[in-house]
């Protein structure tokens, strides 16, 4: 426990006071508290009250693979890896601005979202720069932990020796899907040997995005109270690479992608066919037995204690980059 006299020249030295003046404030606060408290207790209670913090904050630095949701100091160093687009959105008449910014690290990848003025710091950082955030978490609508700035957090660019994306395995090529391991960032090519037919549409907040609650025909945004929702869609199957198959899971612009239809049109499908799943049977002819090359995260389902592959982008198979390597490989 700092002494009084420690706790004096720390308020001293943020407020400006002298140390006559502290020590008058202390001696009047014990004065308030009928003298039932120390010293030294009174001059926490003054430097509260001038908003002093005399106490360290401890904040470790984490990987991003050990940031679960409900972390109220989260502090990470990590790479710009994707800068998505400013989208607006309007709430009871005013406006806002929000953004996502996809971070990584060599466990893994997080995203940590941005709004109104916080995406300022967005003109000084570009795709590959090393960052230092401080914030909290919460959990987004996959499932998976994000981080959010709140009063106290901070986004800034730090200059330190972080490893190159371009070393990492999202960007050595593909792993098998027999060797992926729990938190890995990586890429597989394989096939879709199975899409599994269940409904693909889920409420969102139209402002954040974050996917919303339901209550007697209500939909209920933890950020934004009550709203009417957009909608959004996800998808899973199995993909096989030849060495094992894994279970995948496709959200919002990847499920897009893989149907080749954006939402508002598998909705209209779903309608018309009056089959939430028609979406998907009419297009699992197209997608069975076609090799891509899915970029994506491994998590632990937990309620099933199983590996899944989360899915963040995909893209057909390259004929003539393919053939380019194997002929490279030959002339070794």
């Known amino acids: 426990m700092l002494s009084l006299q420690e706790i004096i020249d720390k308020v001293a030295e943020q407020t400006g006071l002298n140390n006559a003046e502290i020590q008058k404030k202390v001696e009047e606060k014990k004065v308030e508290l009928s003298g ?33 949701p409900g972390m109220r100091n989260a502090e990470i160093a990590a790479r710009v890896f994707r800068v998505f687009p400013v989208r607006e959105f309007e709430r ?3 406006k806002g601005r929000v953004a996502n910014v996809v971070l990584w690290d060599p466990t893994g990848t997080i995203r940590v979202s941005l709004w109104n003025d916080e995406i300022k710091v967005l003109e000084t950082l570009k795709e590959g720069d090393v960052v230092k955030v401080t914030g909290y978490s919460k959990e987004d609508n996959r499932g998976e932990p994000e981080l959010r700035l709140g009063n106290r957090g901070k986004i800034e660019k730090i200059e330190m020796d972080f ?17 992926l391991r729990e938190g890995a960032t990586t890429k597989i090519r394989g096939a879709i040997v199975q899409m599994f037919e269940s409904d693909p549409f889920y409420e969102i907040c139209p402002q954040c995005g974050i996917r919303v609650r339901s209550n007697d025909n209500k939909f209920f945004c933890d950020e934004h109270q009550y709203v009417t929702p957009d909608y ?17 899971v496709f959200f919002r612009d990847t499920a897009e992608r893989l149907l080749g239809m954006g939402v508002k049109d598998a909705l209209q499908i779903a309608r018309d066919k009056m089959n939430k799943t028609a979406p998907i049977t009419e297009n699992a ?13 491994v998590k632990r389902n937990s309620m099933f204690d199983r590996l899944e592959f989360i899915v963040s982008g995909l893209n057909d198979v390259n004929a003539i980059e393919e053939s380019n390597k194997i002929l490279v490989s030959l002339g070794d």
Not at 43 to 50: C, S
């Open 36 to 68: 039932l408290i120390s010293s030294e207790g009174a001059a926490h209670l003054v430097a509260r009250d001038l908003n002093v913090d005399i106490l360290k904050r401890v904040i470790h630095r984490l990987e991003i693979k050990n940031v679960v």
């Open 92 to 94: 009871n008449g005013a």
């Open 163 to 179: 490893p190159a994306i371009a070393d990492a395995a999202i960007e050595r090529g593909q792993d098998d899907a027999g060797k």
């Open 232 to 248: 959004s869609m996800v998808l899973s199957g199995v993909i096989d690479d030849g060495t094992m198959s894994i279970r995948a």
């Open 285 to 297: 002819t197209k997608l069975l037995g076609k090799e891509m090359v899915f970029a994506g995260r």
